[in-house]
């Protein structure tokens, strides 16, 4: 069945034409045009809103949109030229309120305007590119209104006049200062800025201009900061209430530029109360305040940080070179720690933790405690005062805050490695006289080095009380080996130290008492026949002994003195005269330990167990010394200390530096062997900042150790200079090259295998294909590894 042609559908034009009458927009308009005056006459309660938009909706069908549109246009213009003869009209204080009044009652008349004309706004303004009816309304109130001089003129100075007065006490209306503002933003950002704010921000920059240069003539630096705060809180405040909320930021960088950026300088080098007063008198509140206003210029906080460290380096400057402040390690330490706690206080509570000035503290403490060469001895004298008695009775946690500040010190050091070889010192002494407070505060603090500076900081410390331990054991066995009538004489403990864990001590001579000397030997016998291959030296300047001493009447006390000590007392016993000549001749005790033995022995009172003659605080090479029948003591247990200075003489301390001195050379030739291993090629001036950059942790290397040490390296061939460029060095791989002693093997190879135990296997190797291979002596690695510990073991028992 074929399929029938489907019909298109047409809509025929209407055929009857539509005749218009002539007067036909006249009459409608009229009738528009009414209704428009009545509505601004507030008579719109009899019009027909309904027939009112029928009549502009045919004007806009029947193609009259363009007289609709001029016609609004004039009819508008002539009500707001009334309105603005009105408000011009209006006297003083009136003139906000009519023309407040007047804008409701014109928003009022455009909304039922606009509502009449509603078929217009959509489709003929859209189609021709006029401007909407609302805001129409709004640009004729601008032009008509608003920019008409007289009340342009006006408006500002009332508005900026009110300004004024809040600024200087007075209440004003702020309700309706917010309504006229806001009328300004309606009408446009333009309008708001170019009739209200523009000449608001340019009145407020010559009142604070004015106000501040009153206030830094008569105010110090925390009151005028106070009043400065309040007017930047005032301004803030301000705006909340009647202005543009993107005008806060306009009007505060002018309060913050006239007020604190154009003074800042002034402020915080102000006499008797800038920022240095504030540090010293700890005012928080106004440092806060102080902190708080300067960030928000630029370069504020540069200034406040800049000056604060100057302030703090030449306080700290002052103190370390303070020779009254040096005469007491403990106080010096303490007063350090004290500064320490008081910056950060400042800075945590009134400079919001800032990293930046916690950066500027750190760098100014480590500026001033490196100004003195004493700071690392100073800090471990501090703890070893801590360790023995200072911290006794305090709770863990209190223990634990004091060792962290310790180690806030510690870090600030530039020569670590003086400090390690005071604390081994320190702690050697507290630990041979068991005068720690606790192991485990001991232990903790060890643990906190460790995780600072490492395992090779740390692993000889961990060694003594290895050695602690092993020796409690080893006197146990001892004991259970004597027969049982070693109680009727004297008592021993040995605590027997490992040479290369304890600090190096110069073998003294001191001839012990008969009756030590026996049990001495037994022990000696004991251990060697216990351990093959050792050899023990007796280190009598630093043992302890406990006395039983009978005096006149019949008093006994306990007497705990030092081995040298013991010794000289012991003298006493066959004899109740001996002169300084006799006791040195018989202890052979070295003269400056002999002094300061006697001296204790007989120059303090209330331990003066022997009496000199003649009497007097030195002890001379002529006196002589008595044993002391008449000496009396409330205590039954009385020590006996030896007189000596807590810290090193002039002398010592270079002696101890000249040793920390030597023992760089190792290190700093162990760092520049490892850097050429990896860059194979490289000029000195790297070569020195890198040598400085790994070895900085435990201190700053000198350029020209540095250099002296390449010398070294490249006189005994480990390095070379390149042929064509003498400024660079080239690390020497030679595989004939022999060390060229046993000795030198033997330091070397320590040197590479102490030293360098981050490197893989131990030691410093370099990879083949096939093994590892030592650097030095091209040995494979286990053979070379064997063949060190076989050397440095056979130097040990020779006491190499």
Not at 487 to 506: E, K, Y
């Amino acid at each position: 069945m074929s399929a029938q042609k489907k019909k298109a559908f047409q809509i025929e034009a209407f055929k009857h034409r539509v005749v218009v009458d002539p007067k036909y927009a006249e009459k409608t308009w009229k009738i528009l045009e009414h209704a428009i005056h009545e509505i601004y006459n507030h008579n719109a309660s009899g019009l027909s809103f309904e027939e009112l938009y029928r009549n502009a909706y045919n004007m806009v069908l029947h193609k009259f949109g363009e007289k609709l549109y001029s016609g609004l246009v004039t009819t508008m213009t002539s009500h707001l030229k009334e309105i603005s003869s009105s408000v011009e009209a209006a006297q003083g204080g009136l003139f906000l309120d009519e023309l407040n009044r007047k804008w409701a009652e014109h928003n009022k008349a455009m909304q039922m305007i606009r509502d009449i004309l509603m078929y217009m706004d959509r489709t003929f303004i859209p189609s021709t590119h006029k401007t909407p009816v609302h805001e129409l309304g709004l640009n004729l109130w601008r032009d008509v209104v608003i920019h008409s001089y007289a009340i342009q003129s006006r408006l500002q100075a009332i508005l900026l006049e009110n300004v004024r007065r809040e600024r200087s006490g007075e209440v004003i209306d702020r309700g309706l200062m917010r309504s006229i503002t806001k009328m300004l933003m309606d009408l446009g950002p333009s309008v708001y800025q170019d009739d209200f704010e523009k000449h608001f921000l340019e009145v407020s920059a010559d009142f604070y201009r004015l106000e501040s240069q009153e206030f830094i003539e008569s105010c110090d630096c925390g009151e005028y900061l106070k009043k400065a705060e309040r007017r930047l809180n005032e301004e803030i405040e301000r705006v909340s209430h009647y202005m543009d909320a993107r005008s806060e930021v306009r009007i505060t960088n002018v309060v913050e530029k006239e007020m604190i950026e154009n003074h800042m300088h002034r402020l915080v080098q102000m006499e008797n109360s800038g920022l240095v007063n504030m540090i010293v008198d700890e005012k928080y509140e106004d440092l806060g305040r102080m902190y708080c206003l300067f960030r928000r210029v630029p370069n504020g906080l540069v200034l406040v940080r800049d000056v604060m460290t100057s302030y703090i380096r030449d306080t700290g400057k002052q103190l370390v070179t303070d020779p009254e402040r040096l005469k007491d390690p403990v106080d010096f330490v303490q007063h350090l720690l004290d500064l320490k706690d008081k910056y950060d206080k400042i800075i945590t509570s009134a400079f919001s933790n800032d990293k930046t000035f916690q950066n500027a503290l750190n760098s100014s403490f480590e500026y001033f405690i490196n100004l003195t060469s004493r700071s690392p001895e100073f800090i471990s004298l501090f703890v070893d005062d801590k360790l023995r008695k200072g911290l006794r009775g305090v709770t863990e946690e209190d223990v634990e805050l004091v060792l962290d500040k310790v180690m806030m010190l510690f870090r600030y050091l530039q020569e670590k490695d003086i400090f390690e070889k005071y604390y081994k010192q320190h702690l050697a002494k507290r630990l041979l006289s068991g005068k720690t407070v606790s192991e485990d505060a001991e232990r903790s603090l060890i643990v906190k080095l460790k995780t600072e500076c490492g395992y090779q900081f740390t692993s000889k410390l961990e060694g003594m009380f290895t050695d602690m331990k092993t020796s409690q054991d080893t006197m146990q066995g001892f004991h259970a080996s004597q027969d049982v009538d070693i109680a009727d004489g004297p008592m021993l403990s040995v605590q027997v130290l490992t040479t290369g864990s304890w600090p190096t001590q110069p073998i003294t001579t001191c001839n012990l008492p008969a009756e030590i000397m026996g049990i001495c030997e037994k022990f000696r016998n004991y251990y060697l026949g216990t351990h093959t291959g050792r050899r023990l030296s007796w280190q009598t300047n630093m043992g302890t002994a406990d006395l039983k001493a009978t005096f006149g009447k019949g008093q006994k006390h306990e007497l705990n003195v030092s081995t040298y000590q013991m010794c000289v007392l012991m003298l006493f016993n066959n004899a109740d005269r001996l002169s300084y000549k006799e006791i040195e001749q018989a202890t052979e005790i070295p003269a400056s330990d002999l002094k300061r033995c006697l001296q204790s022995l007989a120059c303090v009172k209330g331990k003066n167990v022997l009496r000199k003659e003649p009497m007097s605080k030195d002890i001379a090479d002529t006196d002589t010394f008595l044993f002391n029948d008449k000496f009396t003591s409330k205590f039954f247990k009385v020590k006996i200390g030896t007189v000596a200075a807590q810290r090193e003489s002039e002398p010592e301390n270079q002696e101890t530096r000249q040793r920390v001195e030597e023992d760089r050379k190792p290190q700093i030739e162990a760092a520049i062997v490892r850097i050429m291993k990896a860059r194979r090629v490289l000029d000195h001036n790297n070569i020195v900042a890198e040598v400085t950059k790994q070895l900085q942790s435990r201190f700053l290397p000198n350029p020209v150790v540095i250099k002296k040490r390449i010398e070294s390296l490249i006189e005994r061939e480990f390095l070379e200079r390149d042929k064509g460029f003498r400024c660079l060095l080239v690390v020497l791989l030679s595989s004939n090259f022999r060390p060229p002693c046993p000795v030198h093997h033997l330091l070397t190879l320590y040197l590479f295998f102490e030293l360098e135990k981050d490197n893989a296997r131990g030691g410093v190797l370099l990879g083949s294909e096939e093994f590892y291979r030592c650097w030095l002596c091209r040995l494979p690695e286990k053979s070379c590894y064997s063949h060190a510990i076989s050397v440095i073991d056979n130097a040990e028992l020779r006491g190499g």
